[in-house]
C-alpha cells in the first residue's frame, strides 16, 4: 500500500463511498493542473488537495446518489405511513345484522343474567364500510349511533394475548357467515374473553349453541397471523369493538409530504446528473 500523502489541508471524517486503505487517483479539472493521491485509513482520516476528478468519479457519485435516493426514500416512507396511521378515526354506527330471535341470545356473567341480540355492527370508519364484534359487556351501543370522533384503532391484544389474536381468527373465519352464525361468533368472542364468568344459555336459543360449540372446537390454539383487524376505542360512549381495519386514506397534509419528498429526490437525481 502506498504510504498516505500529507497535502496543506487535512480533513477528518468517516466516507461511507471510499473504500478503506484503497488509493485513488485525482486529477484536476483542466489539463495540465497536478494530480493528487487519496487514501483512506483505518481511522478515518483521509488526506486529499484536490477532490475534483478521478478515475472512478463517475462510480461513486451513481453509489452516493442511491445511498441518498435510498435513505431519503425510507425516510419519506416512515413519516408517510406515520402520517397515515398517527390521525384518530371517525366512526359511525350505521346498522346492526338483524333484530328478530333468530339472534337473540341469553348469557349470565359473574351470576346475572342477560338477554341481548348478538351479532355484526354495520360501520363506517372514515367514510370506509366496515364491520365489527362487540368486545366489550360494560357500556351500550346505540344503533345507529355517532360520529364517534377521535377514536384510537390499536392492536388487537389490547383486549389479552392470544384473546385477541383469537377474537381476530374468529371473525376472519365465520364473519361471512348468516345472521344465526355471526350471533354464535359473537358469543364465541365473548367467552373467550371471560371464560368461565361467562355461562351461555344452551335452553334459550339452541341453535347458536350449536354453532358456539363448532367455533370453540375448532378455534383450538389458532390465532391470526395478519393485521387487518383492530380494536376501535369507544368506551365509555359505547361499546369497544374488534373491527375489519380498513386501508387508510391518507390527509391532504400526507400527500403534500408525500410529494415534496418525491420532488426533493428528482432534484438529488437531477444534480447528481449535472455534476
Known amino acids: 500500500m502506498a504510504e498516505p500523502l500529507v497535502f496543506p489541508r487535512v480533513k477528518k471524517a468517516r466516507s461511507p463511498i471510499f473504500a478503506v486503505g484503497k488509493l485513488y487517483d485525482f486529477t484536476g479539472p483542466r489539463p495540465g493542473q497536478f494530480s493528487n493521491q487519496l487514501i483512506i485509513l483505518n481511522n478515518g ?4 488537495d484536490c477532490l475534483v476528478f478521478c478515475h472512478e468519479i463517475d462510480e461513486i ?14 425516510a419519506i416512507l416512515v413519516l408517510f405511513l406515520f402520517g397515515a396511521m398517527a390521525q384518530a378515526s371517525t366512526i359511525y354506527v350505521t346498522g346492526f ?12 356473567y359473574d351470576g346475572t343474567s342477560r338477554t341481548v341480540y348478538a351479532g355484526e355492527f354495520l360501520l363506517t370508519i372514515d367514510g370506509v364500510q ?5 368486545v366489550d359487556l360494560f357500556a351500550t351501543t346505540y344503533v345507529p349511533s355517532g ?4 377514536v384510537s384503532l390499536v392492536g388487537v391484544d389490547h383486549i389479552g394475548n392470544p384473546i385477541g389474536y383469537q377474537a381476530a381468527w374468529l371473525m376472519d373465519t365465520y364473519g361471512e357467515g348468516t345472521a344465526l352464525e355471526k350471533a354464535a361468533l359473537q358469543v364465541a368472542i365473548w367467552k373467550i374473553m371471560y371464560g368461565d364468568s361467562f355461562v ?11 354453532y358456539l360449540d363448532q367455533y370453540l372446537n375448532e378455534l383450538g390454539s389458532n390465532v391470526y397471523q395478519g393485521a387487518d383487524y383492530s380494536i376501535a376505542r369507544l368506551s365509555p360512549n359505547a361499546q369497544d369493538l374488534l373491527v375489519k381495519t380498513p386501508a387508510p386514506v391518507p390527509e391532504p397534509a400526507t400527500l403534500l409530504l408525500l410529494g415534496s419528498g ?3 429526490l428528482a432534484g438529488i437525481r437531477r444534480k447528481f446528473r449535472k455534476e
Open 45 to 48: 482520516i483521509w488526506h486529499v
Open 200 to 210: 351461555y344459555n344452551y335452553g334459550y336459543n339452541s341453535a347458536v349453541g350449536t
Open 262 to 264: 418525491l420532488l426533493g
Open 97 to 108: 345484522d338483524s333484530f328478530n330471535n333468530t339472534n337473540l341470545v341469553r348469557f349470565s
Open 130 to 134: 366496515s364491520s365489527g364484534y362487540c
Open 61 to 74: 457519485k451513481e453509489h452516493t446518489m442511491k445511498k441518498l435516493v435510498s435513505r431519503a426514500a425510507l
Open 147 to 150: 360520529p364517534f370522533n377521535e
